[in-house]
């Protein structure tokens, strides 16, 4: 059992985030915790200057509180973290300054290069000083 499990949820697929926090909850130990982490895809400046101004603020507030609307549905769902960045990055520096002792990342509709798992949860697989459980 683990004491400390990390689950990235994109707010844009819900329904996978509470599958991934149910399996995080069966291998939860007594007494662990469940991170909840949105990462927000940093934009170009190229391209941010043509978005409506206060447009990444809307969307880190809205993130917020979806993962808390989520988040409160679970007692063991502890913290909701919003980090701006890479994707699959701010998972992993995110695990390694929290210590977490797993992942559980879901994996969707993978592009061809990445058929098996998606981007970022291939590049968690392969990064991850923890144990990593991909739900697909």
Known sequence: MYQKILVPIDVAHIA?????????????????????????????????????KGIMD??????????EKVAAEYESATEVEIREGHSYQTILDFAEERQVDLVVIASHQPGLK?????????KVVRHATCSVHVVR
């Open 16 to 52: 996978e985030g509470k599958t991934s926090i149910e399996i995080a909850m069966n291998n939860l130990g007594e007494g662990g915790s469940i991170l909840l982490l949105y990462v927000v895809q940093e934009i170009p400046d190229w391209a941010a200057a043509s978005l409506p």
């Open 58 to 67: 809307s969307s880190i507030r809205d993130a917020q509180a979806a993962l």
């Open 114 to 122: 990445d058929y098996y798992l998606g981007s970022t949860a291939a």
